[in-house]
């Protein structure tokens, strides 16, 4: 997957929803026994993002946590997450996250996020997470996407940090221009 290495800014974390994500079904409505599959890019791209050293998670608001956990194991890519937060929960992945962080003391910019629902889009994107809406499932047009977003906010907020260095320094130094000698 040439993808990745076409950035020179990655993310440290990647955090995938499962549900219409990762497969195209609600886990509520499959049973334990059935064998599931994934959408067709998805498995490659876990693959390959760890290859490039970058960890991922899942962040599913499930109520049926043991099913989702069935068939991650099923599909053999249980012991590729470095964090897994599948519960059911009021807020949209907030939580979620914040459990990510506290597991993996990866920053909040540090990761990229993918989901199908624009609530938790929104929500996650306001704590400082780089959120890409997938439409059918995660594929390489959203890899893409989210590699793309995510070294534009990282650049922006270096540069916001350069701008406030400069702003600072220019403060501290014209102040110390107006100390009497
Ligand atoms: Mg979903």
């Given at each position: ?47 390959a ?68 629902e ?15 809406l ?6 390489l ?41």
């Amino acid at each position: 997957m040439q993808i990745i290495g076409m950035f020179q800014v990655l993310p440290r974390l990647v955090v995938f929803d499962l549900d219409y994500t990762l497969w195209p079904f609600y886990c509520e409505c499959r049973l334990k026994r059935e064998m599931p599959s994934m959408y067709p890019h998805a498995k490659g791209i876990l693959h390959a993002l760890k290859d490039k050293g970058i960890d991922v998670a899942v962040a599913s608001r499930s109520p049926t946590p043991d099913i989702a956990n069935t068939f991650l194991q099923k599909l053999s890519i249980d012991s590729i997450f470095v964090a897994k937060e599948i519960f059911s929960s009021w807020t949209h992945k907030t939580d979620h996250f914040q459990r990510i962080h506290s597991r993996t003391a990866v920053p909040l910019n540090s990761m990229l996020f993918f989901d199908d629902e624009d609530r938790n889009i929104q929500s996650v994107s306001k704590m400082g997470v780089t959120s890409i809406l997938v439409g059918k499932g995660v594929n390489l047009g959203a890899l893409r996407q989210g590699l793309t977003k995510f070294s534009q906010n990282w650049s922006t907020s270096e540069k916001n940090k350069q701008k406030w260095q400069t702003k600072f320094c220019k403060k501290s130094n014209s102040s110390e221009g107006n100390d009497p000698e």
